[in-house]
């Protein structure tokens, strides 16, 4: 990324006091979680499906030990902190410039950075409920419990993560076209927004400077008026608020 790149990234920060932000895997990459999308193959020897199976409403159902075998393996990272991305926009919303994080990540960790307006599209591993009695459960009991999670009533604890064939929380998806289309700068970092219908909710945002910042192209590439190719930890840690 080129010093004039900043500057213009800079400049629209400054002038705007409606920013939103859209975020993906590559927003916790930096934070040593993987995006176990772009690493399918590494599966293949220790689980008999790909994630996007196992990771399903239907195999959940069908076979919870296997299930939670994978999330707890691959999914939970307890000891993952905040990154230099998580804890700019957690200044950025403190200093009333940027309106809301809506994130397609499940880790919590831009509540962790003291972001407090986060709509998280595919859930929290920190939120687990009983399907019998929806009594709360934190992210340890779920790590601690052997198998599968068991509620004091005996019923099956559930991640509040949305798995493949559930829908989104039509909650989360209407406070997100919200704050998209009342921003004035959309800042979409770490997601190639090919994971539908997320990446529906950007057509929504009829403000003034869209802002990608990927590793790789992404499909809004063409729309924005500023591109940046790079680690979005690295890049926002640059600018100052
Ligand atoms: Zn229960």
Same mark, same amino acid.
């Given at each position: 990324?080129?010093?004039?790149?900043?500057?213009?990234?800079?400049?629209?920060?400054?002038?705007?006091?409606?920013?939103?932000?859209?975020?993906?895997?590559?927003?916790?990459?930096?934070?040593?979680?993987?995006?176990?999308?772009?690493?399918?193959?590494?599966?293949?020897?220790?689980?008999?499906?790909?994630?996007?199976?196992?990771?399903?409403?239907?195999?959940?159902?069908?076979?919870?030990?296997?299930?939670?075998?994978?999330?707890?393996?691959?999914?939970?990272?307890?000891?993952?902190?905040?990154?230099?991305?998580?804890?700019?926009?957690?200044?950025?919303?403190?200093?009333?410039?940027?309106?809301?994080?809506?994130?397609?990540?499940?880790?919590?960790?831009?509540?962790?950075?003291?972001?407090?307006?986060?709509?998280?599209?595919?859930?929290?591993?920190?939120?687990?409920?009983?399907?019998?009695?929806?009594?709360?459960?934190?992210?340890?009991?779920?790590?601690?419990?052997?198998?599968?999670?068991?509620?004091?009533?005996?019923?099956?604890?559930?991640?509040?993560?949305?798995?493949?064939?559930?829908?989104?929380?039509?909650?989360?998806?209407?406070?997100?076209?919200?704050?998209?289309? %009342? !921003? &004035?700068? *959309? #800042?979409?970092?770490?997601?190639?927004? =090919?994971?539908?219908?997320?990446?529906?909710?950007?057509?929504?945002?009829?403000?003034?400077?869209?802002?990608?910042?990927?590793?790789?192209?992404?499909?809004?590439?063409? %729309? !924005? &008026?500023? *591109? #940046?190719?790079?680690?979005?930890?690295? =890049?926002?840690?640059?600018?100052?608020?």
């Amino acid at each position: 990324m080129g010093m004039e790149e900043i500057n213009k990234l800079q400049s629209i920060v400054d002038e705007s006091d409606n920013i939103v932000f859209f975020g993906g895997a590559g927003v916790s990459t930096e934070s040593g979680i993987p995006d176990f999308r772009s690493v399918d193959g590494l599966y293949n020897q220790k689980y008999k499906y790909p994630p996007e199976t196992i990771i399903s409403h239907s195999f959940y159902r069908r076979n919870p030990e296997e299930f939670y075998r994978f999330y707890k393996d691959k999914m939970l990272f307890p000891e993952a902190k905040p990154n230099k991305a998580h804890m700019k926009l957690a200044e950025l919303e403190a200093a009333g410039k940027l309106k809301a994080v809506i994130t397609q990540n499940i880790d919590g960790l831009h509540q962790m950075a003291g972001s407090r307006r986060v709509i998280e599209l595919h859930g929290s591993v920190h939120r687990n409920y009983c399907e019998r009695c929806h009594k709360f459960y934190d992210l340890r009991y779920v790590i601690d419990a052997p198998g599968v999670p068991k509620c004091s009533c005996g019923g099956t604890i559930k991640p509040d993560v949305v798995l493949y064939e559930e829908g989104l929380n039509n909650q989360d998806i209407e406070d997100a076209i919200h704050y998209i289309s %009342e !921003a &004035d700068t *959309l #800042i979409i970092g770490g997601t190639s927004l =090919v994971v539908y219908p997320a990446a529906g909710l950007i057509r929504y945002f009829r403000g003034r400077h869209l802002v990608v910042i990927n590793m790789s192209p992404t499909q809004s590439d063409r %729309e !924005a &008026d500023l *591109l #940046i190719t790079d680690k979005i930890g690295s =890049v926002l840690d640059q600018i100052h608020v």
